[in-house]
């Protein structure tokens, strides 16, 4: 079967290498964002079969990052995505992985490893960039907890609650808690924060 696919991402250099790797594939593109609200519009109009998108394309008050995710996991819970992202945050990664999302790629990997993920993901596989593995595999070892805790704050700007984040995170209503609390710091000042989270995130079924 013809793969067609959307992209998105909110810098057109970007968009014009995904598009090019897609097309070494064989796929189609069907449709280009650069902002949520376009992909969700992209999405309702066109047929697709795997999403290629940036994990943070803030435009104004628009819904990015996990959230966006997860609305687009709800209203689509059969397409295929592959994620594209710096980010190397442990519980992030992870809250992607358990939201369907089947291909979490790091968008400075070269070419080829975007264009080996899209192969994958069409055979049925999930893919993380090496990059991520460790990460995604043990959050407890995530180095960026700012990021987290960003993440956190613009959920709760956005109207959802404590144990709402921590349901979508995975995460112990404790650890959401802390971080709502604390100051952003650098990762090693947060280290208090992030065995707190450990600790209880290991007593998790």
Not at 53 to 77: F, L, S
Not at 89 to 96: K, M, Q, S, T
Not at 177 to 188: G, I, L, Q
Request: glycine share 6%; charged share 25%; with cysteine.
């Amino acid at each position: 079967m013809h793969t067609r696919v959307v992209i998105a991402d909110d810098h057109l250099p970007v968009l014009a290498s995904v598009g090019a790797a897609v097309s070494a594939t064989g796929a189609t593109v069907v449709a280009r964002a650069r902002s949520p609200d376009e992909l969700f519009a992209a999405l309702r109009d066109v047929a697709c079969d795997l999403l290629i998108c940036d994990y943070a394309m803030p435009v104004d008050e628009q819904v990015d990052g996990i959230e966006m995710v997860h609305r687009v996991r709800t209203q689509w819970p059969q397409l295929p995505v592959i994620m594209l992202t710096t980010m190397s945050n442990g519980v992030l990664l992870r809250a992607l992985l358990a939201q369907g999302v089947r291909g979490l790629i790091d968008k400075a990997a070269p070419a080829l490893e975007l264009h080996a993920a899209i192969r994958a993901v069409q055979e049925g596989g999930t893919v993380v960039s090496p990059d991520f593995a460790e990460a995604a595999a043990g959050w407890v070892r995530h180095t960026d907890e700012p990021v987290l805790r960003r993440e956190i704050q613009r959920m709760l700007e956005r109207g959802r609650s404590p144990g709402g984040i921590a349901e979508l995170l995975q995460l112990p209503l404790s650890c959401v808690e802390r971080h709502m609390r604390a100051p952003d710091r650098t990762a090693s000042n947060a280290e208090p924060d992030r065995l707190a989270c450990r600790d209880a995130g290991s007593r998790r079924p």
